[in-house]
């Protein structure tokens, strides 16, 4: 079975952090962005930051300086630290992967995690 695994989300008050990390299935062999997009009640889901092989990243602009994305390219991991949380970051936060390429010899262009809750409020 091929999949993403989000862990670390949860509740906390505003301008606490938390971490994020996503895992990859050991049925992956490859991914070439992986990322972090957030889905608010009633939003639509946006990019919060992604990461290519060589460290390149996008970056949502509500983020910067507060927000940090690191992957580990040879464990198809990613993690994204959120500090100085606002109750505004409250969302699903989903990890996504784009061209997956499989142990069965599939390229997938995009692959989602099912989400993990961060809820900002006091």
């Known amino acids: 079975q091929v999949h993403l695994l989000e862990s670390g989300g949860g509740s906390v008050q505003p301008g606490g952090s938390l971490r994020l990390s996503c895992a990859a299935s050991e049925t992956i062999v490859s991914i070439y962005v992986m990322g972090w997009y957030r889905q608010a009640p009633g939003r639509e889901r946006e990019l919060v930051a992604d990461m290519d092989p060589r460290g390149n990243t996008n970056d949502a602009d509500s983020v910067k300086g507060r927000f940090a994305i690191a992957r580990e390219n040879a464990k198809n991991t990613v993690m994204q630290q959120m500090n100085s949380l606002k109750p505004e970051n409250t969302a699903v936060y989903y990890c996504?992967?784009?061209?997956?390429?499989?142990?069965?010899?599939?390229?997938?262009?995009?692959?989602w995690g099912r989400g993990t809750q961060v809820t900002v409020s006091s």
């Open positions: 996504d992967g784009k061209s997956v390429v499989t142990r069965m010899g599939d390229v997938l262009t995009d692959l």
